[in-house]
């Protein structure tokens, strides 16, 4: 609170590395000695801007995690998904290369497939000051010279706006510093148990220009090894087909013409390719052991079936302004301007989709149905932002007040090219519209994203130990968009519409000093996701059945969350230790779930009138004697569906759609995971220590999709094309597989000694080899493909660093 000291002082003068890095998501972390070592280790508090100003962690009145250097440093944390293992609450699902979906405290509707351009992220996702969030291809930042990752749990429409719905989270980078002319490099090597190799260099320069302005650059490249084959249609085996690249640099210039003002331009770029996805089929139409008249195929473990690569690449480039001007008298100006560039390209072997299409429902030959069939997506996003905002205040009062304004087009193509279609079968393909030849489907989607925005808090200090916080942001979103579809899979022509919304989204904070070690919270806030147009229907491709139950749902209305949560923050066992928990209930209205629409090949979203997510987040940490902590975090989500939604055929039959049925899992994320960490340090010599860690990781079971929760979902029937399925006549009827994701623990250790130059460690991802299911795929409501996103297996590696 404004008027507040801080009375701890922990007596604990050994912290090893881990607890480090466990304590600094409590609000604490460890400070080494000048010459590297821990024995001198004290605590610090962590320094967040998660209001829009600088405090420390553990006075922020809400649950907040920070992620530090450090911590991603000897933990090995390489991605967002692998901070958000160590992070109550908190949940990264895994969707293919460069593709994620992001929740925090169970709000989530479920998977966002890449042809849905108008559906908007849950989470925001900032880049310091920048927004660089986008549904489904937020980009993954590598880690290197990060100063920490925030995680803000909880929505934060009012200082974040749109896309906080459930919380928020920002990559913070170390900046310009004109006080110090250093630099460090990171070499690492890795293999994987069965599969390939990996390995990459990073470096950091910080080199002052004068007195008063520095630059700083981080450039990096990491090669990633695969660890899925590929059977081929002539019976070989591709190996290792997921390998990729990434690589990037993060170029800043800070410069203070004043002493009080300061300039940081910035460019950040990054590109990752990949060769192919992290997919396991366990059914596939072209490849299984029940045709009788084509080769069978028999998939093992990280094994799929596919006639040609699907690469992937996703160009990342951002430029923005932060300027700084320092009023006097407690008042700071801050303007922050941004321009963002994504250009990303998935093609993925279609070939199954086509020939359910081509072979099962029309039912043309081998010779048309085993055809090429690379479907490319294409997503270009560009566009920029503006913030302006006011902060001040004194001992009593601090507030800050903005505006926010965004301006995005975002441009999302599809293509089905199948050389050779027409000349074999005879159906003209060349569209009207945009299709070429041999074009069975062509899409181009146009969308234009507009948003002003006027934000602003208050934290009055009741007392010296009861403070008051409000704030409130308006918001003014207009979406425009064209729509072109071609191709004899496709309903032809164009389309036009736009959608608006405005509104308000305020928040209430009520923060009390209980005694010098422990303070409680309150909140009350409003989150909301902006509303949007659902594409047409293939309608080509629907079953009569299947028009009538997802036809007619043109587009979809904003969804609002409230959130309800009290906590406490604590450091206990006399300075030893940290205890924060925080207990929560969201109410979630027009939830915004997407549903695959079973034959059309195509995605919708419904609104679901209500659903809810309650739960409970608590971390802890202690540090045990002077060379050995552990710590643990955990959450318990439960989030459910309170409403269900129907259609009703000609008939008047009744049925529930997609799986959108009161009581139903909220999908993607897991009721129940916990982390726990432990670290045992020892000296050396004068100048050397070494240190051991283990970290195990618990996630629970969960859902793709809400659909996946269906009546009958689970059971493909391999005979639903008749005389027409394709390699028949078939040795079985059915294929049946679980939809629920089950349960995971992954234990990484490593092994090291550093002093205050290098440190050199060796390590283990994935200890025990557990095989995890991330993410459930299927093409054609699984008529023509079912398969999983897998993990990592075991993976050997070394790391050194070294710093100047």
């Known amino acids: 609170m404004n008027t507040r000291k801080n009375k701890v002082t922990p007596k604990v003068l050994s912290l090893s590395i881990l607890t480090v890095s466990i304590l600094a998501g409590l609000g604490v972390t460890a400070q080494a000695a000048e010459d590297g ?56 699902q895994n969707l293919g290369p460069g593709q994620s979906q992001i929740a925090i405290r169970g709000a989530s509707a479920g998977q966002i497939v890449r042809d849905q351009p108008g559906v908007k992220e849950e989470v925001g996702v900032y880049l310091d000051e920048s927004v660089i969030s986008l549904s489904l291809f937020t980009p993954d930042i590598d880690l290197y010279d990060m100063n920490r990752v925030e995680v803000l749990r909880g929505p934060q429409g009012t200082l974040f ?28 090597a890795s293999t994987i148990d069965g599969g390939g190799t990996g390995g990459g260099g990073k470096g950091f320069l910080n080199a002052p220009v004068g007195d008063s302005a520095a630059l700083r650059i981080t450039a990096y490249y990491e090669k990633t090894g695969g660890w899925i084959d590929a059977h081929q249609p002539d019976g070989s085996l591709r190996e290792d087909i997921n390998s990729g690249d990434r690589y990037g640099a993060r170029v800043a210039f800070a410069f203070a013409p004043s002493d009080n003002l300061t300039i940081t331009p910035r460019l950040v770029y990054q590109k ?86 081509t072979g099962g429902s029309i039912g043309f030959g081998p010779d048309v149905y085993t055809l090429d069939a690379p479907l490319s997506d294409a997503t270009n996003v560009s566009g920029w932002t503006q913030e302006l905002r006011v902060a001040g205040g004194d001992d009593r009062l601090t507030w800050v007040a ?57 934290t009055f200090s009741v007392t010296d130990t009861f403070d008051l916080t409000g ?52 909140q009350i806030s409003k989150g909301f996701r902006l509303g949007g147009i659902n594409d047409p229907l293939n309608v080509p491709l629907c079953t009569a059945s299947d028009l009538v139950t997802f036809g007619g749902n043109d587009q979809w209305d904003d969804e609002v969350l409230w959130n309800y949560e009290a906590g406490i923050k604590s450091v206990v066992m006399d300075g030893r230790g940290t205890f924060n928990v925080a207990v929560f209930y969201q109410d979630i209205k027009d939830l915004q779930a997407t549903v695959t629409a079973g034959s059309c090949s195509s995605r919708v979203v419904f609104n679901v009138p209500k659903a809810h997510s309650t739960g409970i987040e608590l971390e802890f940490a202690v540090q045990q004697t002077e060379q050995f902590d ?86 493909v029937d391999l ?86």
Not at 403 to 426: A, C, H, I, M
Not at 726 to 737: A, I, K, N, V
């Open 719 to 804: 005979q639903v094309y008749g005389a027409n399925s394709l390699g028949g006549p078939l040795t079985q009827d059915t294929f049946t597989f679980n939809p629920l994701l089950p349960s995971y623990t992954i234990a990484n250790t490593r092994i090291g000694m550093r002093n205050d130059q290098w440190d050199v460690s060796i390590y283990v991802n994935n200890l025990t080899n557990e095989y995890a299911l991330l993410a459930l795929d299927q093409e054609r409501g699984t008529n023509a493909r079912v398969g999983y996103l897998v993990n990592q297996p075991r993976t050997y590696g070394i790391t050194a660093r070294v710093r100047f």
């Open 272 to 357: 990752v390719e990949v060769d192919g996805w992290n997919r396991q089929d366990a059914f596939n139409i072209l490849g299984n052991t029940w045709t009788t008249t084509r080769p069978q195929v028999k998939i093992g473990k990280n094994q799929q079936y596919s006639q040609f690569k699907d690469p992937f690449t996703d160009e990342f480039t951002l430029l923005d302004l932060n300027i700084s001007w320092d009023f006097g008298n407690n008042m700071t100006l801050t303007s922050v301007t941004s321009y963002t560039d994504r250009e990303i390209l998935a093609v993925r072997d279609a070939t199954a989709l086509t020939a359910s299409i």
């Open 471 to 522: 704030g409130l942001r308006y918001y003014d979103f207009d979406e425009t968009r064209i729509q072109t579809f071609d191709g004899i899979f496709a309903a032809p022509g164009t389309t036009t519409g736009d959608t608006t919304a405005s509104g308000w989204a305020p928040r209430i904070i009520a923060d009390w000093e209980v005694s010098d070690t422990v303070t409680a919270n309150a």
């Open 630 to 715: 552990w710590a643990i975090t955990a959450s318990y989500i439960k989030a459910e569906l309170d409403s269900t939604v129907t259609s009703t055929a000609p008939d008047g039959t009744v049925s529930v759609v997609g799986g959108i049925e009161s009581g139903n899992r909220l999908a993607t994320v897991p009721e129940f995971q916990a982390a726990v960490a432990a670290t045992y340090v020892w000296p050396m010599s004068n100048a050397w220590e070494g240190y051991v860690n283990g970290i195990v990781q618990y996630i629970g079971d969960r859902y793709t999709q809400l659909g996946d929760q269906a009546s009958g979902f689970g059971t």
């Open 161 to 188: 706006g749109s896309g906080s719905l459930s919380g928020t989270v920002r990559y913070i980078t170390n900046q310009p510093d004109p006080s110090q002319n250093n630099s460090g490099f990171e070499f690492s």
């Open 37 to 92: 070592s821990s024995d001198a280790n004290v605590l610090e508090e962590v320094m967040v801007t998660a209001r829009k100003r600088e405090e420390t962690l553990q006075e922020v009145p809400f649950s907040i995690s920070a992620t530090t250097e450090r911590q991603l440093q000897e933990r090995g944390i390489m991605t967002l998904e692998d901070v958000s293992r160590t992070v109550a609450g908190f949940s990264v």
């Open 402 to 458: 903005g505006v926010f304004y965004s301006s995005f087009d975002r441009d999302y193509s599809q293509g089905l090219l199948v050389p050779g279609f027409e000349d074999l079968t005879g159906i003209p393909t060349e569209g009207a519209f945009v299709a070429p030849k041999d074009g069975l489907f062509w899409s181009d989607l146009r969308y234009n994203f507009d948003q002003l925005a006027f934000f602003g808090e208050v």
